[in-house]
């Protein structure tokens, strides 16, 4: 296969052989492997990523997230093309069904919500739970696979990949964005997951990766949630963005309840 060093046989086997860490891992199905496709193939991909500061297909802007995003696939150039069409393949496909036991997997060639995602220094995507139905096929969402771009990428760079407790008690697992790492996951409406703290690498410098969603023809109800049986993206608070709200709020209650003239002599 041109962009992995494994036969067919080869990708099953190892995906077998990783399946009981996929499913049990902490805090949901998670697992990242490092250098998984060649890198020198990688590279003729990351040399074609689209700047979306230039040209964003969408670009989110508020308190929940900072962000950048391809739609579609005619953002690609012919490696990226190539690319994501075999992380859609069928012998892609079977691998993610054997390492993650979750059978029929249909990809999403419209890459909605997927493809490029690009993060400026003080960026983030606080942490959440992804819509659960694509929103027009209204299949159920099953898994996430993210291929990171970052090259020469540093740990006081941020941009972690962060994995929570089903209860939003504490993080359980951060993964550095590094060049050549896949992550992937489960998607159910409780596998909360974001990079919550703002980017803090050099300003010439961008978070990039690539995003693939894919589904099934129904779940199982213990990956539905009570009460959540089609849903858009569910943000959740860290302890430190409640206090940070809370304080906000208090701010603002002040503001709204101090006369003019009191507020102008503390301004002062």
């Known amino acids: 296969m041109e962009f ?9 086997a190892f995906a077998k052989e990783k399946n009981e860490e996929y499913i049990h891992a902490d805090p949901f199905p998670n697992i990242y492997f490092d250098n998984f496709f060649i890198p020198e193939k990688l590279k003729e991909v990351l040399a ?11 670009k989110f802007n508020d308190p929940n997230q900072v962000k950048l995003a391809s739609k579609g696939e005619y953002r690609f150039g012919e490696k990226t ?12 496909l079977e691998f993610l069904s054997t390492l993650t036991g979750i059978q029929n997997l249909i990809p999403d ?7 490029a995602h690009q993060i400026q220094p003080g960026g983030m995507l606080k942490i959440h739970a992804d ?8 299949l159920d969402r099953r898994i996430n696979v993210l291929v990171y771009m970052n090259e020469d990428w540093h740990e006081e760079y941020g941009g972690h990949f962060e994995l929570w407790d089903t209860e939003m008690k504490g993080v359980r697992k951060k993964i550095l964005p590094l060049f050549n790492r896949m992550a992937l996951f489960s998607t159910t409406s409780n596998s909360y997951h974001g990079h919550p ?10 978070r990039k990766s690539l995003a ?16 959540s049986a089609d849903h858009n993206t569910i943000f959740k608070y860290r302890p430190e963005d409640r206090k940070s709200r809370l304080i906000s709020s208090l701010k603002e209650v002040i503001k709204q309840i101090t006369p003019p003239i009191l507020l102008g ?3 002062k």
């Open 81 to 92: 093309l190539s690319f994501m069409h075999f992380l859609n393949s069928q012998p892609f």
């Open 109 to 115: 060639p419209f890459f909605d919500g997927g493809g």
């Open 265 to 267: 002599g503390l301004k």
């Open 4 to 12: 992995i060093n494994k036969s067919v046989e080869e990708l099953k």
């Open 48 to 58: 074609e990523f689209p700047d979306l500061t230039k040209n964003p297909d969408l």
């Open 197 to 206: 703290n703002p980017l803090t690498c050099p300003p010439d410098r961008t």
């Open 212 to 227: 693939l969603y894919y589904y099934s023809n129904g779940r199982p109800e213990e990956g539905i949630g009570a009460g």
């Open 131 to 138: 819509f659960n139905k694509h929103p027009n096929t209204k």
